[in-house]
């Protein structure tokens, strides 16, 4: 599928009025985008611009609440439980992590759990709040269900991602990974893009392999049964409990922490938020002594798996976090692609919104776009 | 291969003679054989008394110092640093563990990070040690080099599990996953078993998937390159990076917190400790509110789970830790089947110690038992 490469600077120019127009203040859309681009920048395509239509029904169809504001409804000094009245996920998330921040500064390690919020970006994008601070950042969040868990044919769990950072250098360890085979957002781009989705990544409804992008999203989207794999694939062989156990981790970690929706419980109706859930642990790396000698500690141990010997000498070895430092290094200055069928999405947005959309994305043709998914997304 | 059933009181007593003939206490010698044997009613064979062997040698080769004692040599009301001195790392796994417990109990959670152990069993046994109390227990540990990571030939991470477990109705959610697609445990037993891995387990010194037993775990322990694939498996396309980041934040939360040896700097070689690492985090649900609430709330979900529809009607749906209580009520009852090859090597260390290996284990057999690995696995 044909894309168009962007400016960094144009797609925040789009994006901050975008969300400005909405009816967020300023602070609140420069926010969202911060967010946003972090994952074009990292290479995360999957949850980058090409969700904002997703962002925009969500606004459009009363899921987010533009006015809502994240209240603090339990607290102990480690620890607060937010609930999120149904905002808009990246706002409540930055501030539950700030607060995990100054509380874990204050007491070595904290834990904040959320309830009812919604979609939230990139976990990575939190931990790399701690990690730019000199903490160790642990988040993970729920979704709506899409997960086949060992021995069933229905899709209980989220994609459950797991993101953790820790200073080091040159680059910090940042790990951020759904516990499904592949998010949600992959299978959107493979369908944008017309590819088969890879073996061993999702059942249908009957259970049985598929690899058809469409599919699979209706099955989801509807409820049919069906949906993704866990990491490790069908069988215990492979590993699928082990898959299933993390995402079970993320579930307990910010939806019964929280008191909030699990997965299944999730909801996408007009005027409803999603209930979404997350969890954002931080810990001082002070409370273990020496800050500076655990990043020398970690950085050594980088360099080494680098060093391991490669399987093929043409394929470096990476940890986590170095591609995406190399991405967002590369997208700073040659810019961000974008696929048309996401261009023609945008240009509904800025119609929709009474924003001129050549001012950001000039003439474009999108006449092969694909019509979007998300234009019969929500249920009445 | 053959096996002999025996009863989990003449197993429990074989176990404490011989660690009390090495020289624990009555009460180190009981603490010591309680992790080995949760491991084989449980069901997790490769971690219970098929290991006898490994500690003996491990004692005998003076890597495990019968008199170290834990010592926290850094501290705070949330954390602390333990050197464990070479010890049994079950005796300062569980000193860490109540360690973190009392703290969590305390304070809300706490973090409890040990350097300079050794192999300390089952993860799981020490999370279940928090969640019996109604707490949350994280525990992870390091171990020698065994998992090839994403693009490498040689092996750096340990097998690296993860355990968690939360206080639920009628069964607690206890998860306890090597961040492998298998342990090294599971070679072991299938090298006794003379029965060929799985596809997609391992990988020989050279890189190519390899089902063979013994040439993997040689591999393994003669640091050739070569070993135990990541859960995800080979290729990022499987998710192959996933495991392999899970594994190192195991890596990150002990060895590097605790300024302890990551995997790929563990030793195994006379009168030296391995230095083993292992890290326990405890919650007190309480910190989120009502903890009766949130057990209730995990009760119901756990349930959901079970409920989600069969993907084969005869194969029914399992929530973590449900397996391991019916196995472990089944061999309360039944007894605990050992193979002919561990048989042998208790009647190895029966002798050794000058024991009577009849009074525990009758009048067997043991010629088709295969020759004792551990006999040559020590360096001079």
């Known amino acids: 599928m044909s894309s168009i490469k962007y400016s960094v600077a144009a797609m925040e120019r789009l994006c901050r009025d975008v969300f400005e127009k909405f009816g967020f203040t300023k602070e609140e859309a420069a926010q969202i985008t911060d967010v946003l681009l972090l994952a074009d920048l990292y290479g995360v395509k999957s949850h980058g611009v090409q969700r904002l239509i997703r962002y925009h029904k969500s606004i ?22 937010i609930d999120g009245h149904s905002g808009m996920g990246q706002l409540t998330s930055a501030f539950a992590m700030k607060k995990a921040m100054e509380k874990a500064r204050s007491v070595g390690m904290a834990f904040v759990t959320v309830r009812n919020s919604n ?49 080091a250098e040159p680059c910090p360890f940042w790990f951020d990974a759904a516990t499904t085979v592949v998010p949600r957002g992959k299978l959107e781009v493979y369908r944008k893009e017309n590819r088969a989705l890879g073996d061993g990544w999702a059942v249908d409804e009957e259970g049985a392999p598929c690899n058809d992008a469409e599919r699979v999203l209706g099955c989801i989207d509807k409820k049919k049964g069906g949906g993704i794999l866990p990491v490790g694939g069908k069988s215990e062989s492979s590993g699928s409990h082990k898959g299933y156990g993390f995402s079970m981790m993320c579930e307990l970690l910010c939806a019964i922490t929280s008191g909030g929706a699990t997965s299944n419980h999730h909801v996408r109706a007009k005027g409803q938020g999603s209930g979404t859930c997350h969890a954002f642990i931080v810990i001082d790396p002070a409370i273990f002594g020496d800050a500076q000698a655990l990043k020398d500690h970690l950085s050594t141990f980088l360099q ?72 019969n997304a929500y249920k009445q």
């Open 60 to 81: 459009e169809n009363g899921c987010v609440r533009l006015d809502a504001k994240p209240e603090v409804v339990f607290e102990t000094p480690v620890s607060a439980v």
């Open 119 to 167: 979609h939230y970006g990139i976990a990575g994008y939190y931990t790399k709040m701690a990690c730019d601070a000199g903490l160790i950042g642990l988040c993970v969040t729920n979704s709506e269900s899409i997960m086949v868990h060992t021995g069933a044919r229905k899709a209980i769990l989220g994609s459950n991602p797991i993101a953790f950072a820790m200073p």
């Open 304 to 375: 080494e798996l680098r060093d391991a010997g490669r399987a093929d000498e043409n394929v470096p070895i990476y940890t986590h976090g170095e591609k995406e430092m190399l991405s967002f290094a590369e997208r700073m200055k040659n810019g961000i692609d974008v696929d048309i069928s996401t261009v023609a999405e945008m240009i509904d947005t800025c119609n929709y919104l009474g924003l001129d959309y050549r001012s950001y994305l000039g003439d474009v043709d999108v006449s092969q776009a694909k019509p979007s998914f998300y234009n």
